[in-house]
């Protein structure tokens, strides 16, 4: 029997001889017998949950590497929500972020002289950088 439930679609199974098979008391307590309920994608959601904790290493050096420019963002720049609204502008706000944290780490590699003698080299006549 398919129902829903918060928007999700799980399928009931029901035992209909749990008077006759001799194991009701050690299978459930409830009058009707025993009744499980499984949401349709639990299935791919049990082999995901399995597939985490088989790799947790891999899950430790994602989030040294992945997540260090989020922390960065939310804790050196204090931004921790979206100040405009609409899926273009938070795009738009999200590129601007990615971009000043991007120009920040090639400071902190390059230096600022050699980043901008970079600049300077590869855009002599778009853009005209301080020299020093």
């Known amino acids: 029997m398919e129902r829903k439930e918060q928007r999700k679609n799980y ?6 001889d749990y008077m006759d098979c001799g194991n009701k008391s ?19 959601i049990d082999k995901v949950h399995e597939n985490t904790i088989k790799k947790k290493d891999l ?8 997540e260090h420019p989020f922390g960065t963002i939310k804790k050196s720049f204090g931004y921790t929500y979206f100040l405009t609204r609409g899926l273009n502008s938070v795009n738009a706000e999200a590129g601007f972020i990615s971009l000043a944290y991007n120009l920040k780490r090639l400071i902190n590699i390059m ?12 855009l002599p006549s778009k853009i005209a950088f301080f020299y020093f």
């Open 11 to 16: 399928r009931r199974y029901v035992c209909k």
């Open 111 to 122: 230096g600022v002289r050699d980043l901008v003698r970079l600049f300077n080299q590869v």
């Open 59 to 66: 899950y430790k050096l994602r989030g040294s590497i992945v």
């Open 26 to 44: 050690e299978c459930t307590s409830a009058k009707a017998g025993r009744i499980i309920a499984r949401f349709e994608d639990e299935e791919f």
